[in-house]
């Protein structure tokens, strides 16, 4: 058995450009891994997929996107053997941290190298995209900014460590649902967009934004009252991280955001969790 951590993921800056023809829409996101982490077991087996999620309502078959990420990497392959993957959760699910489509990217990566395929990263990434926009991401392992539906990416250099910590009010939200609810001017041009540059940590801090906030702020007021006690807690700044629900707080450093956790966690009405950049 091989035991892997699969990483959550905040969003830093997050643009919405412009609707596609296909009903998608066009981004542009600052993508930054961060250490917390879903713990998953890969068994190989004799041929079949099982996955396990124990503790969870999660399916456990074609439904559940790492047993698709299973079966694409051993069809690509043209490979008949089979694999036994258990997933202990600890990301929140339907959160907005990318915790799904990191348990596929790391499914990819971890099968391909116990299996031998020797599929560089380039096609792992590829596959990834079938399966969900984050998944390339995922599996380039860097920080990165993302475009068109979040498949097309550009490494992010230079980023400084980052701490934070996080707020999850115990609910979950519906990405679709918060894109249909985006009230745009859409036309299907995208917008043109000029990235900015980040090289230190107030440079983040003062850019910080994220569209989809105000959908998701409005279904939920209770997200502004969150995002305002991370400032409280001392916060340099704040932001909800992809379609929500799940809000951040960036701090100065390990001390302070140690203390905000502390603080945080004696409500014991959310979950709370501290976490640093993984560069």
């Known amino acids: 058995m091989v035991t892997k951590k699969s990483p959550a993921k905040v969003n830093l800056h997050l643009r919405v450009l412009g609707k596609r023809k296909d009903g998608y829409h066009d981004i542009a996101t600052l993508m930054q891994r961060i250490s917390?982490?879903?713990?998953?077991?890969?068994?190989?087996?004799?041929k079949g997929i099982v996955v396990k999620c124990p503790g969870t309502t999660l399916p456990e078959n074609e439904d559940n996107i790492v047993y698709r990420a299973a079966k694409t990497l051993f069809l690509h392959a043209s490979c008949l053997s089979g694999v036994e993957i258990t997933i202990r959760k600890k990301i929140p699910i339907a959160a907005g941290l990318g915790g799904g489509s990191s348990n596929a990217a790391t499914t990819l990566v971890t099968l391909n190298d116990l299996m031998g395929f020797n599929y560089n990263k380039d096609e792992l990434m590829k596959m990834g995209a079938k399966l969900g926009a984050d998944v390339p991401f995922f599996v380039s392992g860097k920080t990165a900014w993302a475009f068109g539906i979040g498949d097309r990416l550009q490494v992010a250099e230079n980023i400084p460590r980052l701490w934070f910590v996080l707020i999850n009010p115990r609910f979950d939200i519906s990405t679709k649902m918060v894109y249909e609810s985006l009230n745009l001017r859409l036309t299907n041009e995208a917008k043109k967009y000029i990235v900015p540059w980040f090289y230190a940590v107030d440079d983040i801090v003062r850019k910080l934004h994220n569209d989809l906030e105000k959908v998701t702020l409005n279904l939920h007021p209770i997200l502004k009252e969150l995002k305002e006690l991370l400032i409280t807690c001392g916060a340099l700044g704040s932001l909800m991280s992809g379609s929500g629900p799940t809000?951040?707080?960036?701090?100065?450093?390990?001390?302070?955001?140690?203390?905000?956790?502390?603080?945080?966690?004696?409500?014991?009405?959310?979950?709370?969790?501290r976490a640093h950049s993984i560069n």
């Open 247 to 273: 809000v951040f707080g960036i701090f100065a450093d390990k001390k302070d955001a140690l203390k905000a956790e502390e603080r945080l966690k004696a409500k014991e009405k959310w979950l709370v969790f």
């Open 36 to 46: 917390l982490y879903d713990e998953m077991e890969f068994s190989l087996r004799d």
